[in-house]
């Protein structure tokens, strides 16, 4: 199979224009979908901006460009090519931090710090210096052992301690593990006074300090059910956040450290479907719900899906949902090992399919996007920040695509959720690619993507966006 497009796995699924649909005999049970509800009047009347015509945050689009992005509104803060951070490579006990550059086409090395406290867990073990993120240029470095957490910058080498973490609610010694993301609102070497970092820990909790300035963290939001993902809007000033149970869209305002406010909560599920049209409510519905899968006995269940990964992605002012559909099981000649066989512990998951839709603040739901227009996307997994980058800032880049990588990692397939395998996958932190939007394909982005050239990659890579060029 050709590493320049991922065919043949399309064949498992009947694709038309209203549903990704099983040929399984025990399909999901369910299509949910995915549609508008409110904003609270407390809340549109303490920030009228989100909804109101003001050309401030959330502008309003034309109705007649209401499946595609505004050319104007793919602007982003990054200052240099977005890079693929690849493994690291030792030498002479010190770390070098090794980069593809999609502008260069080629890989950087940098040499890591030898600052003694940071370079003491650069070195470490990767089963015991976790990466939580990469957000601004800075990476986020987390010490298992201490429970110390960094900002690291690779090319300046400049490191900021952030404050413990021991004393937030429901962190201990014994679930350190679970510190799960760092996200930024802004580099901290271009806006001291109002940068924000914020963090999942403990699986979905949510916190945030104020780098070189707070000796604590604030937590806030829903405890307990918590979150699944999180972004951050330097324009709107406001961290957006999907939570877990309720599956609620939410934003936060962070610029009061010792009072962060919540703006905005909109349901994403109903039985009322908001959607503008018949056909917008067939696109929603190719979403699935996962308490239906579980419901099925264990010998009904499909195993060749993965369930939707949702991300949320910032265009500017306008907030997208980027949906990820990955099927697990694939063998090297494209086709699909049932679960309960024996030889499906061997198969990796692959990534087939993405979905973009755009929240439309005025009515409280998102429209799916047909076109993308110059915007290139950047996904990944959990622990990575998102972006969107128009492609004339940088060259190289493709048009109305989504660059993603792996979305769990390969310490994923060495636990299993948590849970210690009998058996060691042979893969992990391969599924990276550049999934074309309008064609439905995806093609290679330094690693080769079919399937007989799966290898672990582990560290698992990820995006980085230099706030400086390297």
Partial sequence: MSSSSRFLFRPI??????YLVSKSPTPFKSLIPLSRRYMSTAAAAAFPCLISKSPTPFKSLSPLSHRQLSTTAAASDAAASPCLMLPPSFKCGVINHNFYSLEQNKVITLAGSREKELAEV??????????????????????????????????????????????????????????????????????????????MYNCSLLAFCLPWRSDKWTSFGRFPDGYKEIVYSSENHLLFGLTNKDKCLESWDLRDFSSPTMVMSTDLYSDNNGSE?????????????????????????????????????????????????????????????????????????????????????EKGNFTHLDWLVDLALFVGGLESDTFALPVSSCSGLKANSVY????????????????????????????????????????????PCDVESVEMILPSPMWFFPSSPI
């Avoid at 699924?13 to 209203?18: A, G, I, P, V």
């Avoid at 419901?295 to 910032?314: I, K, S």
């Fill in 13 to 18: 699924f009947h694709r038309s224009s209203n």
């Fill in 122 to 199: 650069l070195v470490k073990p990767f089963h015991h210096r976790a990466l939580k993120g990469s957000s601004h240029g800075y990476l986020a470095l987390f010490d298992e052992d201490s429970l110390d957490l960094f900002l690291y910058n690779p090319i300046s080498k400049r490191y900021i301690k952030l404050p413990l973490i021991r004393d937030l609610p429901n962190t201990s010694k014994k679930n350190y593990f679970t510190v799960t993301k760092v996200i930024l609102s802004c580099s901290p070497d271009e806006d001291y006074e109002n940068c924000r970092a914020i963090m």
């Fill in 277 to 361: 049209s018949k056909d917008e409510e067939k696109l929603m519905t190719k979403r699935l719900e996962s308490e239906d899968w579980y419901a099925l006995p264990e010998e009904d269940r499909p195993c060749y899906f993965r369930f939707p990964e949702d991300r949320l992605v910032v265009a500017n002012y306008q907030l997208l949902l980027v949906t990820r559909y990955m099927m697990g099981n694939v063998a090297p000649d494209g086709s699909y090992v049932d679960c309960h066989k024996e030889e499906a512990k061997n198969c990796p998951h692959f990534t087939i399919d993405f979905d973009v839709h755009k929240y439309n603040p």
């Fill in 404 to 447: 993603f990588t792996d979305s769990t990692g390969t310490s994923y397939w060495k636990t299993m959720n948590g849970i210690c395998c009998d058996y060691a996958a042979p893969f992990g932190g391969h599924d990276i690619g550049i999934f074309d939007y309008e064609n439905k394909t995806i093609s290679s982005c330094y690693y």
